[in-house]
């Protein structure tokens, strides 16, 4: 029997393993899709890796060291790269994982230090300044040309949402704009990283997707773009496709080797208006793009897993171009604002070769996660409303104190 995949993610991750016919353990909140796909065999209740984060690699250990073989863990957002990264000793004596240094997990993860990283090397990245809003404090006169993105330190941080933006950053067009805005960041507490923006919509995003090997081989890499973020303006990925984009690849490639990378990676740039690519981040996690890229032929969750079992690797092929990927209900909201008929988009949406939990062929995450939204809702309407009908019927005494 080959041994589980151990995947702290979601269908997007589950799905390039399952087809490759590895078996996969999840860790899910209850009524989360991965816990009903056909390629499940085993979950664990979800924990908050940033909260929770002894809790999680005690139970992580508990199930690994139950397992006959040493599962491969696989791991998605941001922190649980961290969890994995900070505690690698510990799993490493019941599980199997690729991950780049501590170092350089740490470096990539937080902004402000993949800054430093990015001037010592001479990456490509857009001039970049740290801002510390304390109390009583302006804004410091900054050498940069305005309009400005704002960014948070980590992807943990949630406050951009206080602060107007369902977004990954807030544009600042002016100096005005951003004295407006200082007095929410001090009430926030919020470090932020200020960069100059690159001009072009989010289409002009691209990125290099790579699979680099222990002995510093590319086992496996393809190209992407963005069609589709929401909200329009450095939102969150609602579709995507494979390109062939060839300086892209050269530039990834590059970088790689600058970072002495091991394990995979995502590098995002951006293309500007003269065609220059500009670097973003890079991603040294497993994420949504791998289940494109596995429909495309080149299936990198697959190759770390056979790598880490010692079993031959499938020939990884150049990527198909033109492949696309799609979050069904939040890019017919990206659409609907890009001003795309419905009727066009649903055509569309239906010939994109893969899905973000939605498949023919493995209907049940999709089906059964949304059946238990359902009774959860009805039962927490139930609840609500008995409750309601006891005060009604059973008040508080006049006068009585709590």
Request: net charge positive; proline share 8%; aromatic share 8%.
């Amino acid at each position: 029997m080959n041994p589980l995949a151990c995947i702290m993610g979601d269908m997007d991750l589950v799905r390039p393993l399952g087809l490759a016919g590895i078996p996969c353990a999840v860790v899910a909140r209850t009524g989360d899709p991965p816990r009903f796909s056909r390629f499940t065999r085993a979950a664990l209740d979800w924990m908050d890796p940033w909260g929770q984060v002894e809790e999680l690699v005690q139970a992580l250990l508990r199930f690994g060291s139950a397992q006959p073989e040493p599962p491969v863990l696989f791991y998605q957002e941001d922190g649980h790269l961290l969890l994995v990264s900070r505690h690698r000793d510990r799993l490493k004596e019941v599980f199997r994982f690729v991950i780049p240094d501590l170092k350089l997990v740490e470096d990539l993860v937080d902004k402000s230090r993949f800054q430093v990283l990015a001037e010592r090397l001479a990456l490509p990245v857009p001039a970049t300044r740290r801002l510390r809003p304390f109390d009583h404090s302006t804004p410091p006169d900054l050498d940069l040309a305005f309009p400005l993105i704002i960014k948070p330190l980590t992807r943990r941080n949630r406050d951009l949402a206080q602060l107007g933006s369902s977004g990954k950053a807030l544009r600042v067009d002016t100096p005005d704009a951003l004295r407006d805005l200082w007095p929410r960041l001090i009430s926030g507490r919020m470090e932020v990283l200020a960069q100059q923006l690159v001009p072009g919509p989010e289409d002009k995003v691209e990125s290099y997707h790579v699979y680099v090997d222990e002995h510093g081989d590319i086992a496996g890499e393809f190209t992407g773009r963005k069609i589709r973020t929401y909200p329009m303006e450095y939102g969150h990925s609602t579709a995507v496709e494979t390109c062939n984009s060839l300086d892209v690849q050269a530039m990834g490639r590059d970088m790689v080797r600058r970072l002495g990378l091991r394990g995979v990676a995502k590098f995002d740039f951006k293309r500007g208006p003269d065609s220059k690519l500009y670097l973003l981040e890079i991603n040294p996690r497993f994420n949504l793009w791998h289940h494109l890229g596995a429909a495309a032929g080149v299936n990198l969750p697959a190759l770390v897993y056979a790598d880490l079992v010692k079993r031959p690797r499938r020939t990884a092929l150049r990527a198909t171009a033109g492949v696309k990927w799609c979050a069904v209900w939040e890019d017919a909201k990206a659409a609907k604002a890009q001003g795309v008929s419905f009727f066009i988009w649903l055509p569309w949406m239906l010939r994109c070769a893969t899905k973000s939990g939605m498949a023919w062929d493995d209907p049940m995450p999709f089906l059964r996660s949304k059946l238990w939204r359902l009774v959860s809702h009805l039962f927490n309407l139930v609840f609500h409303v008995g409750t309601l009908s006891r005060q009604v019927v059973n008040p508080r005494p006049e006068g009585h104190q709590v």
